[in-house]
Every structure is written in C-alpha cells, then in structure tokens.
C-alpha cells in the first residue's frame, strides 16, 4: 500500500493523482514557479550579466533564496575558508549551512563564462581541503547562474570529476529544474513525501513519517498549520493496518 501526506493528511496513491486538489497544487507548485521565474530572467539575454560579481547577484544569490536559505544568515558564507596544509589563501565563493548541519559548497564563475575542467579542478581543491580538516561537504557545486554541475565524493575525501547532476536554467523542463530543490536549507516536499512513497518496511516508513510530521509542524504555510493537528492519529491508524 503507498502512502502519501499531504498537509497533515495521510493519503493513497490515487488522491495523490488529483491535479486539481488545491492544497497539494498550492504548496508543490510554489517553488517551481519561483524557478520559472528566475529562468524567465535568465533566458532574457539584454539582462545578462558580464561579471562574476554580477552574476551572483542577479542570478545565484536569488537561487539560494528560492532553495529556502537565508542569504543574510550565517547559513549563507561567502570566501569560506578552505586553506589546508601549505595552501593559504584557498577560499570557495559560498559554503551554504543546511538545516540537518550537512553544507554544500559553490563555486560560482561569470554567467558568461563556459564550465570546463579547469573550473571543476578547483573546486575538487577545495572538497578534498574542507574534507581533510573534517569539514567534508556533502556536495559541491560548481555554477555560472545559468548551469548548474553538482558533484559528490568518488572515493574518501576525493571529489569526482565528473557531476552526477547537471541542471541547465535556459533549457531544462519543470520536471528538470524541480531536482534543484534537493539541495535547499531543508529538504523539499516533494523529497519528503517521496521517502514515504518509497518505505520498504515499518521502520523506513516511521522513519519518513517522523520527518514529514517534523516538516509539516515547522511550516509557515498557514494552510499546512491548520491541518497539521490530525496528522499523528492518521498515522498510527495506518501504521496499525502495515
């Protein structure tokens, strides 16, 4: 039986398919038309930055907004020290703090400048760095605004030279650009609500519970607030029937 929350509610797989339900529409919706938005900007070629410094104004630091950081907190830190051994000076563009303490390092470059290997040399420096001091991100990123190339560790401490996701802001679909939002302040909805979907047995699916009822309790969406209170009976109603 898969099972689904949806704003305090427990759900089944058929309900989920209901495209006109407003609640779930409202909340899944939001941030995907906040990216539609930013791309709208970005394939707009007269408002093409041609600084690094401008990029990661008009179009990284709006990203890092979207993805539920807070740009002016200390989750958000700017030439983060990544010095190790006999290099000084090393330093990423962006070293972004999320919710569970895991980070994610950016290396940002001009929107007009092509991503090549070079660029992911040096932020591969910068992984193996942070992860020697015991500061391992768990991505690392490396962006012109435009692409996106994420990379995970390959081996300890190495960073593989070759990204396992690549996301392209002029040109990717919705269901493209929606993978971005794994990497936000906290997981996405959508995340959550797939680790439910996906529960092999009672312990993956009290597990994933937990978490979609932690999430749904420190929402600010009002909508989600109201219903949230009938969220633990349903779910021990559903974990009687597993």
Known sequence: ??????HGHVITHSDKENKNNFF???????????????QNKIRNKELMPNTEEATKQWFILPMFQIL???????????????????????????CLRR??????????????????????RQLAV??????AQNEKPEFAILTNGVEYQVFKEAKENIM?????????????????????????FEKSEETILEAVDTAKDFE????????????????DNQDVMHQVSSLTEKIAYYRDLL
């Open 1 to 6: 039986m898969q099972l689904f929350i949806r």
């Open 126 to 131: 910068y992984y193996h760095n942070l992860s």
């Open 24 to 38: 779930w529409r409202v909340v899944k919706m939001s941030q995907l038309e906040e990216l539609k938005e930013l």
């Open 204 to 219: 993956e699916l009290n597990s994933a519970m937990e978490e979609a009822e932690d999430y749904y309790n420190n929402t």
């Open 68 to 94: 539920g950081y807070d740009i002016f907190s200390e989750n958000v830190i700017s030439e983060y020290g990544a010095d190790f051994g006999n290099k000084k000076g090393e330093r990423v563009d962006y």
């Open 160 to 184: 593989s030279d070759t990204p396992f996701l690549t996301i392209n802001m002029t040109t990717d679909e919705d269901y493209q650009l929606k993978k971005i939002l794994d990497f936000g």
């Open 99 to 120: 919710k569970d303490d895991t980070s994610i390092i950016v290396e940002c470059k001009d929107a007009n400048a092509k991503l090549s290997n070079i660029h992911v």
